[in-house]
């Protein structure tokens, strides 16, 4: 097979794009002051593990003035890589956020689950009140605790995560809580930073509407293994 004619100036080497794209977010995301809120490391710079997770969730959208937006706990990167080096599942409220975890990055071949396509999920909602997505959490209540919980798309499932929690469920490892739109995800992200400064649970959010399916695996994927 023929290559078509090359018209444009462009990178073509996928490595050398891979690495200029991660030294140009460092470089505008610190130039702008984006990293100065994260978690600090002991030399009092900020934590690289947790940097490195908000490098790869501005890489996934695209988006420098992300970087400001992000909370997250002190203890989230560790508590997180912990349990999945242990084998905690991986629990996502979308198949988009399944599908962008890279799974040779999972330190044991860690389960990615989504309860979504059960056949008892479209009774639950109705019968509930609520979206498919918030109901099929409950059908994963019984593999939260310890667990990574991903949620990126419906902050139904992140207020329906969080009320699980306070009716008594244990609590799983980690959250990260980015779910995107225009009605409740900003709440929603709130709702997870008040409850989890509260009982102390490590989790990662986005302030604001921003969030989605892309984000939230890229967080995971930082999270999932140290090296960039």
Same mark, same amino acid.
């Given at each position: 097979?023929?290559?078509?004619?090359?018209?444009?100036?462009?990178?073509?080497?996928?490595?050398?794009?891979?690495?200029?794209?991660?030294?140009?977010? =460092? =470089?505008?995301?610190?130039?702008?002051?984006?990293?100065?809120?994260?978690?600090?490391?002991?030399?009092?710079?900020?934590?690289? &593990?947790?940097?490195?997770?908000?490098?790869?969730?501005?890489?996934?959208?695209?988006?420098?003035?992300?970087?400001?937006?992000?909370?997250?706990?002190?203890?989230?990167?560790?508590?997180?890589?912990?349990?999945?080096?242990?084998?905690?599942?991986?629990?996502?409220?979308?198949?988009?956020?399944?599908?962008?975890?890279?799974?040779?990055?999972?330190?044991?071949?860690?389960?990615?689950?989504?309860?979504?396509?059960?056949?008892?999920?479209?009774?639950?909602?109705?019968?509930?009140?609520?979206?498919?997505?918030?109901?099929?959490?409950?059908?994963?209540?019984?593999?939260?605790?310890?667990?990574?919980?991903?949620?990126?798309?419906?902050?139904?499932?992140?207020?329906?995560?969080?009320?699980?929690?306070? &009716?008594?469920?244990?609590?799983?490892?980690?959250?990260?809580?980015?779910?995107?739109?225009?009605?409740?995800?900003?709440?929603?992200?709130?709702?997870?930073?008040?409850?989890?400064?509260?009982?102390?649970?490590?989790?990662?959010?986005?302030?604001?509407?921003?969030?989605?399916?892309?984000?939230?695996?890229?967080?995971?994927?930082?999270?999932?293994?140290?090296?960039?």
């Amino acid at each position: 097979m023929r290559r078509p004619t090359r018209r444009y100036a462009y990178e073509g080497s996928g490595a050398a794009i891979y690495v200029d794209s991660f030294a140009t977010i =460092r =470089r505008e995301v610190r130039a702008a002051g984006g990293f100065d809120h994260l978690p600090r490391g002991a030399d009092g710079e900020p934590d690289p &593990d947790v940097e490195r997770v908000v490098v790869r969730m501005v890489h996934g959208t695209g988006q420098t003035d992300l970087a400001p937006s992000v909370v997250v706990h002190p203890e989230l990167v560790r508590a997180a890589r912990s349990a999945l080096a242990a084998g905690a599942p991986i629990i996502t409220d979308a198949h988009m956020v399944a599908t962008g975890v890279t799974r040779a990055r999972l330190p044991a071949a860690n389960e990615v689950l989504c309860a979504l396509r059960d056949p008892r999920v479209g009774g639950l909602a109705a019968a509930w009140g609520t979206t498919r997505s918030a109901a099929a959490m409950s059908l994963l209540a019984d593999r939260l605790p310890g667990s990574v919980v991903a949620i990126g798309n419906a902050p139904t499932a992140l207020f329906h995560l969080l009320e699980l929690l306070a &009716d008594g469920c244990p609590p799983p490892a980690a959250v990260v809580g980015c779910p995107v739109g225009f009605i409740g995800a900003a709440e929603s992200k709130e709702a997870l930073a008040a409850w989890a400064g509260a009982h102390d649970l490590p989790f990662l959010t986005v302030h604001g509407r921003r969030g989605g399916s892309a984000m939230t695996a890229s967080a995971l994927n930082a999270i999932a293994q140290e090296a960039e």
